[in-house]
């Protein structure tokens, strides 16, 4: 009997190896919402760090006016304001000025004087050349070769006076453009609401509106 218990214990040992040896061995993995709620101690919530800013955002955006426009003619910005003023919303038309685009200038430098200048005017009709003087200016006493919206334009009529033994000049010009604009003041803005804004869209259909640093200041 003791042999056959023996025998037993040495077959139970003998499976528990063999069972050990056939089950794979699997690395320890962390669960990926464990892995979150461990890491999450870093995370900082906006709310934590970020409502300073927003609020200074936002006292900013309180503090800006609301403009409406831009329009070319000071008549229609004034019809918008009188439109607005029968709503009890004090406006003010302003002025600003924009970029629009540059034109470039073709020219000879000036001459030593309005004499020779004028010399060098009939040498270039005389050769069909369109010229003109230049009389006003820094350029005083030079020769205008022309105006041209395109630099290409300008770089082609400068290339055919070298051709001809001139030494053109090209001067880029910028071209302002006055724009006229509604400026309703920061306690005006509280009568606006959406309804309002999108009647006055359908009347002035080109009209924008955005906020803007103040043109004037109220006390």
């Not at 030494?167 to 724009?179: G, S």
């Not at 959406?194 to 043109?215: E, I, T, V, W």
């Amino acid at each position: 009997m003791r042999w056959i218990l023996l025998f037993l214990l040495m077959l139970n040992a003998v499976y528990f190896v063999w069972h050990q040896q056939q089950v794979p061995l699997v690395g320890k993995e962390l669960p990926a919402v464990q892995a979150y709620r461990e890491s999450s101690g870093s995370i900082k919530l906006l709310s934590e760090g970020g409502a300073p800013v927003v609020r200074a955002e936002q006292s900013a955006a309180a503090n800006a006016c609301l403009l409406f426009g831009p329009f070319e003619r000071n008549e229609l910005a004034d019809d918008l304001r009188q439109r607005l003023l029968s709503l009890d919303i004090a406006s003010l038309v302003v002025n600003k000025e924009s970029d629009a685009g540059a034109d470039f200038a073709v020219y000879l430098a000036p001459m030593a004087s309005r004499s020779a200048a004028i010399r060098q005017l009939r040498e270039l009709q005389a050769r069909k050349i369109d010229s003109y003087l230049i009389t006003q200016g820094p350029n005083s006493n030079g020769l205008s070769l022309g105006i041209f919206p395109r630099r290409e334009s300008a770089d082609a009529i400068a290339a055919r006076l070298r051709q001809a033994g001139y030494a053109p000049l090209i001067e880029e010009i910028t071209r302002a453009q006055r724009q006229f604009w509604v400026e309703v003041q920061p306690e005006g803005r509280r009568l606006l609401d959406d309804g309002l804004l999108a009647g006055l869209k359908g009347d002035f259909p080109a009209m924008r509106h955005q906020f803007m640093s103040c043109a004037t200041q109220t006390d």
